[in-house]
């Protein structure tokens, strides 16, 4: 049977070794992992060692140069057992070090892409604030100009990896206004009077995320990623990429959970028709989730497919898992799966977000 | 890849969407085929919803080649793939009528098949070949009055005579079932082989016997002809036998998964253009001093209707493509006929919904698109019966 597009024979090959070794060497730490709160840096070098880690990036940074090998990665990933391990891999590979690669200077390349690709310099996306979530434009970070570089101050939240982040990739106001023409990126090294703690969770318990404070970090002008005061099109260019992994996530976490619930089975119609259900919600989710992937991949607009594809699979992943815990009892995977998989209509942007792109796509 | 900042952020959401199953012929017999049904179609729906559209739309779609798309060049079709057989369902909507729609795919993606993969030359020459010219039309008879997603509860019996067959019994819900010159029947011919005891027939519908009876009033779709017929001590050669004798409800099972895929198409073009018309009737109709379309939950009910109608095309266009390449795919048929059929029922009522007092009258045709695409929860296996399919698909 021929794989769907965008997937090949070679990529089926690739999925195949990725489910094994999430399976062998992720799956039975999980919930060690999930209890400590974190899950060790080996995770990302033996996945460097494996070739997984940079499998989208060009080869001439230590990648693997194609970007399906990696989709096919998130969804194998969502078979770890753990939404937190999955997202702290993702936090590094998937959102942080993409606007390094896309926007970076040869030698940021260098001395970010190339260490963060062999799992050595973990990297971290700063955007989100305590007061600026959906609305990204009203980041309130400073960035004040200075002899050599820029001071930095601020807070940033829910920022996945950041307490383990030698690298954040932040959002900061290079002017006064802030706002869309006033944001930019700095690459900001872990050291004086950068602060990471941990929060508290619902879920995503083997994630270290982080509460961000930056008191008078001096970050140097070479540290400026990409265009001045052009950062809300940095934001935006790696959103599309980002809604597409989780949108891969959550179909491979309803896959791995459906399949799962099929081993234990059940009698009865009404549990027949209910796994029917999922079985369809899944196949939809996938449907339209490799569609947008495609379009991604053609090099075309693909904000609707994308948007279509995330709004589509969250709150379905959220609700698969709760109707398999109504199946067969809050048994601690299936609890962990729901909780981790209620993140979704928030992160990467919530669900009304995506309501409102769609919408205001359509002209209203 | 490498991005500029520009490129990134200026969605283009007017580009060119084409799916890759379809070419550029796709494309351009999409567009035939679009003009042809505005202009020479959709004006008389109105008309047609009181009298059912008349036969001479089968005779002009044969004349432009539309009834034999996907068909082999033999018989007289394009010899086209799968595909251009989706492009019809999904055009044909703008007809704005569901019975119309439905009447075609009787003859073109439910009758037609069968006889093109079990008939013999001599049947597909006296029935496929003038069908695909729309001079003559087919209809199939599965359910009965007492049998409908129970298939295998069917009572009528064909008995073996010689080298006639007599067949009696009463079929119901026959789309075409007054107007067609040929049925495709589902006997039960060994009432003790179970599942082995069906077989299909080829009957002529001037046959003896063969008695049309009352033509049946429905929720919708009220264009199409609704036939409950009678089959009374109907004569027919054993060469009416389409098929294998026995092998009837495997071939039926067979039959009804494209029927299920076609439909599926139906209801992914009912709620585009259900939507369409009311994404435009919220960009006209002011209320409280702005376009209702303006409102945030009427936007996010657009959000929403286009995220359902894009998944249920997704499951379509990806189930047509493992069609196309030579999948049986009866699980995921079932699984996007099931979705589709939920979602257009769904969507037509948002849609009623966003019309307001508007959407419950007539005049604006939004009624009618939920009254239309009701029976695709129903028809050709309803909800539960893809949901029995589908669980049991897993061994549940």
Redesign the interface.
């Known amino acids: 049977?021929?794989p769907?597009?965008p997937f090949t024979a070679e990529h089926e090959e690739l999925r195949g070794s990725i489910r094994r070794f999430v399976e062998d060497e992720l799956y039975p730490q999980a919930t060690e992992w999930e209890e400590a709160r974190w899950f060790p840096n080996d995770v990302f070098t033996r996945m460097a060692e494996l070739g997984y880690l940079g499998l989208k990036f060009p080869p001439e940074y230590g990648g693997g140069g194609d970007?399906v090998a990696d989709a096919v990665l998130s969804e194998e990933l969502a078979r770890c057992g753990s939404g937190g391990l999955a997202a702290g891999i993702g936090a590094h590979i998937g959102i942080a070090l993409p606007p390094i690669w896309?926007?970076g200077t040869e030698e940021q390349k260098q001395r970010y892409l190339v260490p963060g690709l062999r799992g050595e310099k973990i990297a971290a996306l700063a955007i989100t604030e305590p007061d600026a979530g959906s609305d990204v434009a009203s980041v309130r970070t400073r960035a004040e100009r200075v002899d050599g570089g820029f001071v930095v101050n601020g807070a940033k939240m829910f920022i996945t990896g950041g307490v383990r982040a030698d690298a954040l990739v932040t959002a900061v106001k290079t002017t006064a206004e802030g706002g869309h023409q006033g944001l930019s990126f700095l690459i900001i090294d872990r050291g004086p009077g950068v602060e990471s703690s941990a929060l508290e969770k619902l879920g995503w318990h083997a994630s270290d995320t982080a509460a961000i404070s930056f008191d008078d970090v001096f970050v140097p002008a070479e540290n400026l990623l990409?265009?001045e005061n052009?950062g809300?099109?940095?934001i935006?260019?790696n959103f599309?990429w980002e809604r597409l992994l989780m949108a891969l996530g959550a179909v491979g976490g309803m896959q791995v959970a459906f399949e799962r619930a099929?081993q234990r089975?059940?009698n009865g119609?009404a549990?027949?028709?209910r796994?029917?259900?999922i079985?369809?919600t899944i196949?939809?989710?996938r449907?339209?989730t490799?569609?947008a992937l495609?379009?991604y991949l053609a090099?075309?607009?693909a904000?609707?497919?994308v948007t279509?594809a995330k709004?589509?699979t969250q709150r379905a992943a959220f609700e698969v898992m709760d109707a398999l815990i109504s199946l067969y009892g809050d048994e601690p995977e299936l609890a962990r799966a729901a909780r981790d998989a209620r993140l979704g209509p928030i992160g990467g942007g919530t669900d009304?977000i995506?309501?409102?792109?769609?919408?205001?796509?359509?002209?209203? | 890849?490498?991005?500029t900042?520009?490129q990134?952020?200026?969605?283009?959401?007017q580009?060119q969407?084409k799916?890759?199953i379809f070419t550029d012929e796709h494309e351009q017999l999409r567009e035939s085929i679009r003009r042809f049904v505005i202009k020479e179609l959709q004006p008389h729906s109105e008309e047609w919803e009181e009298q059912t559209f008349p036969d001479w739309v089968f005779r002009r779609m044969g004349e432009l080649g539309f009834l034999g798309l996907d068909k082999p060049e033999q018989y007289g079709g394009q010899g086209g793939d799968y595909y251009t057989s989706l492009v019809l369902a999904e055009e044909i909507v703008h007809a704005q009528c569901g019975g119309l729609a439905m009447g075609l795919a009787v003859h073109t993606d439910m009758a037609m098949p069968p006889i093109l993969k079990f008939g013999t030359e001599e049947q597909k020459q006296e029935w496929v070949v003038p069908a695909i010219k729309g001079e003559k039309i087919l209809c199939l008879g599965i359910t009965e009055p007492d049998a409908g997603s129970d298939v295998a509860g069917i009572k009528t019996r064909a008995v073996a005579d010689g080298d006639e067959y007599v067949i009696n019994g009463s079929k119901t819900f026959i789309t075409n079932g007054h107007r067609a010159d040929a049925i495709v029947l589902v006997t039960k011919t060994d009432p003790d082989a179970g599942y082995d005891g069906f077989t299909l027939f080829l009957v002529p519908m001037d046959a003896p016997g063969v008695i049309r009876e009352k033509k049946l009033e429905k929720l919708g779709m009220h264009a199409s002809d609704t036939a409950l017929l009678a089959f009374q001590d109907v004569r027919v050669p054993s060469t009416a036998v389409l098929g294998d004798v026995g092998k009837g409800f495997y071939q039926i099972m067979w039959e009804l998964q494209g029927e299920r895929l076609i439909g599926a198409a139906g209801c992914v073009a009912g709620a585009q253009a259900a939507f369409d018309r009311t994404?435009q009737y919220?960009?006209e109709r002011s209320a409280f001093g702005r376009q209702i379309?303006?409102f945030?939950v009427?936007?996010?009910k657009?959000?929403?209707m286009?995220?359902k109608i894009?998944?249920?095309r997704?499951?379509v266009?990806?189930t047509a493509?493992r069609f196309q390449?030579g999948?049986y795919p009866v699980?995921?048929i079932s699984?996007a006929k099931?979705?589709a059929a939920r979602i257009a029922v769904e969507v037509a009522d948002e849609c009623i919904q966003i019309h307001g007092g508007n959407g419950y009258m007539k005049e604006y045709g939004i009624e009618r698109v939920w009254r239309d695409m009701r029976l695709n929860r129903i028809g050709a296996g309803t909800d539960?019966i893809?949901?029995?399919v589908?669980?049991?698909s897993?061994?549940?």
């Open positions: 049977m021929a769907i597009p970007v896309k926007f990409g265009e052009q809300f099109y940095l935006m260019a599309q099929l089975g059940g119609q549990t027949r028709h796994l029917a259900e079985a369809t196949e939809g989710g449907d339209v490799y569609h495609r379009r090099g075309a607009d904000v609707p497919e279509i709004l589509a009304e995506m309501k409102e792109i769609l919408g205001r796509s359509l002209g209203l | 890849m490498t991005a900042t520009t990134s952020i200026k969605p283009d959401f580009g969407r799916h890759f994404l919220a960009q379309g303006h945030q009427i936007r996010h657009f959000a929403e286009a995220t894009e998944t249920a997704q499951m266009y990806t493509w390449n999948q699980r995921e699984m099931l979705y539960e893809m949901l029995e589908i669980g049991r897993y061994g549940l």
